[in-house]
């Protein structure tokens, strides 16, 4: 989690991958991102589930803190729920025990797919330098500090650029980003052209 966010057990990071997994839940969050709020009935309808299984899941989502309910549209038996900010970073997975890793890994799968769609819609969006899809490869020398520095300073970068949704200049458009650095063998590595 971020910073201020209280550690979370083993247990209680296996449940969160294990959510994270769950692909209706996935579309809820997918859905609440993009479109800000809904309750279960919404969902039910845009999902083509019950209300009954929408609403199960909004509980189990509202448990692990990655969504919330909005008090002064809610009323009676109808909630509406909206999504909170969320960042988490997975630990090292050699100190994971069984449950928690085999969870970590299916949700990997899971995101390396949607990933990798991501990665193609980039390359068949790309009109140049100054459009919306942008794809950058590179490749460089760093010792691990020097990574471990770089990240962080793009963590920053995101937060200095990026907006909540609520907080979105006009003109603003959700933008997926993904960032992935791998240290190749040494003695392998040849470069990699810069740009797309």
């Known amino acids: 989690m971020t910073d201020g966010t209280p550690q979370l057990t083993s ?14 839940r996935r579309r809820i969050l997918d859905y609440l991102g993009r479109h800000g709020e809904a309750n279960s009935t919404v969902l039910a309808r845009e999902l083509g589930e019950s209300s009954g299984t929408t609403s199960y899941h909004l509980r189990k989502l509202a448990e692990q803190r990655l969504i919330e309910e909005i008090p002064e549209k809610s009323g009676g038996r109808e909630r ?8 988490h970073t997975t630990p090292d997975p050699a ?3 069984p449950e928690e890793y085999a969870a970590a890994v299916h949700l990997a799968e899971l995101k390396i797919d949607v990933d990798t769609r991501l990665y193609r819609r980039a390359h068949q969006e790309y009109r140049g330098p100054e459009g919306w899809a942008q794809v950058q490869r590179h490749g460089t020398w760093m010792t691990r500090d020097e990574l471990l520095a770089f990240m962080r300073e793009y963590q920053a970068l995101l937060e200095r650029y990026g907006h909540e949704r609520d907080e979105a200049p006009d003109g603003a458009r959700p933008v997926a980003m993904r960032f992935y650095a791998v240290a190749d063998p040494v003695g392998e590595w040849r470069g990699e052209p810069t740009g797309a």
Request: hydrophobic share 50%.
């Open 80 to 87: 509406w729920w909206r999504a909170l900010p969320f960042s």
């Open 95 to 97: 100190a994971m025990p």
């Open 11 to 24: 247990a209680e990071r296996t449940a969160l991958y294990k959510s994270l997994g769950n692909p209706l």
